[in-house]
């Protein structure tokens, strides 16, 4: 049974800059798509980044230019650097891992506020 916890959440001003990440346990890390989501108060959990096992990566319109998703295999672990923070980009942010076959772990998440 995978297990992933996530770290790095806080408060900061916006303009700021904050890095998550996400270290996992119990499963071959290198065959997973690791990904972060959001969800903000009172709405739907949304994709914000995602890095797949083969190194491509994808992100939300809203976060492309200013977060940048990175993995390193070795340390079992993902992280989410998070540039020129905004009052939106307030919500939990989750770490997901998935394989091809489906399987799919999630962390218990990490609250990120932005004051402005």
């Known amino acids: 049974q995978g297990q992933l916890v996530e770290s790095g959440g806080g408060l900061v001003q916006a303009g700021g800059s904050l890095r998550l990440s996400c270290t996992a346990s119990?499963?071959?890390?290198?065959?997973?798509?690791m990904s972060w989501y959001r969800q903000p108060p009172g709405n739907q959990r949304d994709l914000v980044a995602a890095?797949?096992?083969?190194?491509?990566?994808t992100y939300q319109d809203s976060v492309k230019g200013r977060f940048t998703i990175s993995r390193d295999n070795a340390k079992n672990t993902v992280y989410l650097q998070m540039n020129s923070l905004k009052p939106e980009d307030t919500a939990i942010y989750y770490c997901?891992?998935?394989?091809?076959?489906?399987?799919?772990?999630w962390g218990q998440g990490t609250q990120v506020t932005v004051s402005s």
């Open positions: 997901k891992a998935r394989t091809i076959g489906g399987a799919t772990y």
């Open positions: 119990d499963l071959v890390f290198r065959l997973y798509t």
């Open positions: 890095a797949s096992n083969d190194g491509s990566t």
